[in-house]
């Protein structure tokens, strides 16, 4: 009873404030005068408290000016203290921020922080930092000015703001190794724009700013053409002396390769990578446990296997809202329902609500929130059935059964469906594929494969379906085809250069990457990585484990990305 008994006293006590009943205080904001009750305000903040009670209170005193907040501010300060609520909205949040700063009302600091978070984005993210600053919300400083870093090449290149940053902002900015950049190019591009701005003022300042690109990183064609050639670089005697060290530092790197000797310099070390690819279990002789993570920004492979991780083979893996789920799978001889979730922060392993079926082999795959299990192998024969996983209520739940039964397929989603390719279904290797549609539960062959193949690996990449790899019963296959939704065909794209089946693929940086598999006569350690630009693929640097039947998923950036990355030292302050 007692909430609501509290309830209908301050309605009593709010209806009296708006009658002007019994009111002992009146409160003035740009010349706006507000009735209220003392002991009301008391129990809504420290700050009157003070204001009412201590020495310096005139006994006696009714009205009170309160500098520095508007009077619409103040009013729904006024109001939040009867009625706990308070209305927040884009044009006035950061006014009542402000003022609940200055009145030292924690509960309205917190909402309007929450509520500029979930506004983040490119054209106002450095303002949001900036008033995260002024109004000491830490939380809110540190989602700002992270997505700063994750989102800067937008924000460079388009935010208003990114112009009045001050001199000591940018270098902050643009010196940290979490800056998320695919090339160098990108920081003295935004440079460039931040001096041109107010070029009087700013061109003094181009030769501190310079160190702080990795320059050395850079292709050395574009850094002759775009850096060592501008005409602000030319005119600055102390820049000449840096592109030196950059002509200087390309050529070491260049014939030292050993990988973590130019971390220590400035101009070569490489920024952290805005997502790690995990590479997880798998199988040589039996399954291992073994998780390797993918830095892209330095293309090496970091061991990240501790005591606990979960050994298993043939299961299937993926990201969702900061957890790691292992799904199926096959151990010891056992085809697997269980399901497992891992935090890659605390690196803690849970297990929640296991599949309804058995699935080895499983093809697996995210959607709005929702995690998709289907077909595979339960130890006796190949499934056609499917399910859906929902971590808010920890419950799996069949959905309508798929055309074809498969094992050993590969699944996507894009355009709001879920695609599955390829498989075995007991009696042959299949070249058909189909795409779920949640909205009406149901299943729609699409065209098929140029080629049939079990083992594959099925991704969406550059708005088409890739179909990778896999096997033909006879051989691990090179060959790759994509599918264009939009036309429904497929059409041959580049082959890898080295066959595979039951391999890993994930897309990371906007670049495809398939990780160890079989090659046709044992498991590999190699990798490779297309670009769609190019149509090309390229190696990429070997797995520490020789595996197939791996699984792959991207963590985004994380607060611990360091111990996922090749080790850098800390040469940056920590924010």
């Known amino acids: 009873m007692e909430p609501e008994i509290l309830s209908q006293s301050f309605k009593i006590f709010n209806d009296l404030r708006l009658k002007g009943a019994l009111c002992d205080v009146e409160f003035v904001a740009n010349g706006v005068n507000f009735k209220a009750h003392k002991i009301i305000m008391c129990g ?12 310096w209170n005139v006994k006696g005193k009714r009205e009170y000016v309160i500098p520095g907040i508007s009077s619409e501010a103040l009013g729904l300060i006024i109001e939040y203290a009867y009625t706990h609520t308070v209305p927040i909205t884009v044009d006035n949040v950061e006014s009542l921020l402000t003022a609940a700063d200055q009145l030292d009302i924690p509960e309205i600091l917190q909402t309007c922080s929450d509520f500029l978070e979930d506004q983040l984005c490119a054209d106002n993210c450095i303002g949001i930092c900036r008033i995260a600053d002024v109004c000491y919300c830490p939380k809110l400083h540190q989602s700002a000015f992270r997505f700063i870093l ?44 931040w001096v041109m701005h107010e070029p009087a003022s700013r061109k003094a300042h181009i030769s501190m700013l310079l160190p702080k690109v990795r320059m050395a990183r850079m292709n050395i064609e574009d850094f002759m053409r775009t850096v060592k050639n501008n005409d602000l ?28 000797s ?37 293309d090496r492979w970091l061991d990240v296997t501790q005591e606990g991780d979960i050994p298993c083979a043939y299961h299937g893996v993926v990201y969702l809202k900061g957890f790691v789920y292992y799904i199926g799978g096959c151990y010891d001889g056992t085809c697997l329902n269980t399901v497992s979730k891992f935090n890659p922060i605390t690196r803690t392993w849970h297990q929640v609500a296991p599949m309804l079926s058995r699935r080895c082999e499983v093809s697996v795959a995210t959607l709005d929130g929702y995690i998709y299990a289907m077909g595979g192998f339960d130890g006796h024969g190949d499934l056609k059935t499917a399910e859906r996983y929902d971590p808010e209520t920890n419950k799996w739940s069949l959905i309508k059964p798929m055309n074809d039964w498969r094992s050993d397929a590969s699944a996507t989603t894009i355009h709001g469906k879920v695609y599955i390719c390829g498989g075995f279904n007991g009696i042959e290797f299949l070249s058909t594929a189909e795409c779920y549609d949640p909205l009406t539960d149901q299943w729609t ?19 088409k379906i890739y179909a990778v790899g896999g096997s033909n019963g006879l051989e691990s296959l090179q060959c790759v085809e994509a599918y264009d939704p939009l036309t429904d065909r497929w059409r041959a794209m580049a082959p890898m250069f080295t066959p595979r089946c039951n391999f890993g693929i994930e897309v990371v940086d906007d670049l495809l990457f398939v990780v160890g598999g079989f090659d046709g006569f044992k498991s590999t350690t190699k990798v490779e990585c297309y670009d769609a630009e190019t149509g090309s693929w390229y190696r990429a640097h070997d797995m520490g484990i020789p595996r197939s039947g791996l699984s792959c998923c991207v963590v985004p950036a994380l607060p611990s990305i360091v111990e996922y990355a090749a080790p850098r030292e800390s040469l940056m302050s920590t924010q």
Do not use: W
Request: glycine share 4%; aromatic share 8%.
């Open 233 to 260: 670089v030319k005119a600055s005697e102390e820049c000449r002396v840096i592109i030196s060290e950059v002509l200087k530092s390309i050529y070491e790197l260049e014939i030292n390769v050993p990988p973590y």
């Open 262 to 298: 130019d971390f220590q310099n400035p101009l070569t070390r490489p920024r952290l990578p805005s997502a790690i690819l995990l590479a997880t279990g798998g199988s040589t002789d039996s399954p291992v446990n073994g998780i390797e993570a993918y830095d892209t920004r330095v």
């Open 150 to 193: 994750e989102n800067f090449t937008e924000v460079a290149s388009t935010s208003e703001e990114f112009l009045e940053l001050s001199l000591p902002q940018l270098c902050d900015i643009i010196e940290r190794d979490e800056l998320n950049v695919r090339q160098e190019d990108v920081v003295f591009d935004a440079i460039l724009r």
């Open 44 to 55: 809504c903040s420290s700050y009157f408290e003070t204001l009412f009670t201590s020495g």
């Open 445 to 463: 062959t699409i065209a098929p494969m140029r080629t049939a193949r079990h083992g594959l690996g099925v991704i969406a990449f550059n708005d």
